[in-house]
């Protein structure tokens, strides 16, 4: 699996969690179904807010990665229900007319691995395990 970084702005700076350590730490929480309409991030700019530019190359990325996640595995949301990891299968469960998705939810948000670092110079050289 790519290395990954989830992303929230902040006062202090732009917030990063390794999605990596976010698998771990959400293993145990338990799954439940959430309505996609729920998903606040289906309607708004998530993949390109902070380095992307919307090119038909990068739309076409993250089309090839929608069509590679597996929808057995549940998105991450944050405490306020914010999609920390998995923006791909819910895009994925859209596109096949799902009205749902499994998810688990962090009712305390983990402490961000990094903060006021632009996406750019974060490490992205390391892969990982699937899951």
């Not at 390794?18 to 991030?41: G, M, T, Y």
């Not at 991450?76 to 998810?103: C, E, F, P, Q």
Request: aromatic fraction near 10%; include cysteine; charged fraction near 25%.
């Amino acid at each position: 699996m790519r290395k990954q970084y989830h992303f929230r702005p902040s006062e202090a700076g732009l917030r990063a969690w390794d999605v990596h350590k976010l698998l771990a730490l959400s293993a145990d929480l338990p799954i439940f179904s959430v309505p996609l309409n729920q998903i606040r991030e289906l309607d708004q700019n998530y993949w390109f807010a902070y380095a992307e530019v919307p090119t038909c190359r990068a739309i076409v990325e993250h089309m090839r990665l929608m069509q590679e996640t597996d929808l057995r595995y549940p998105i991450i949301l944050s405490a306020d229900g914010g999609v920390m990891d998995g923006m791909h299968r819910a895009a994925k469960a859209l596109l096949y007319g799902h009205v749902s998705i499994m998810a688990v939810q962090f009712t305390t948000d983990p402490e961000p691995d990094f903060i006021g670092i632009a996406p750019d110079e974060l490490p992205y050289d390391q892969v990982v395990d699937e899951w």
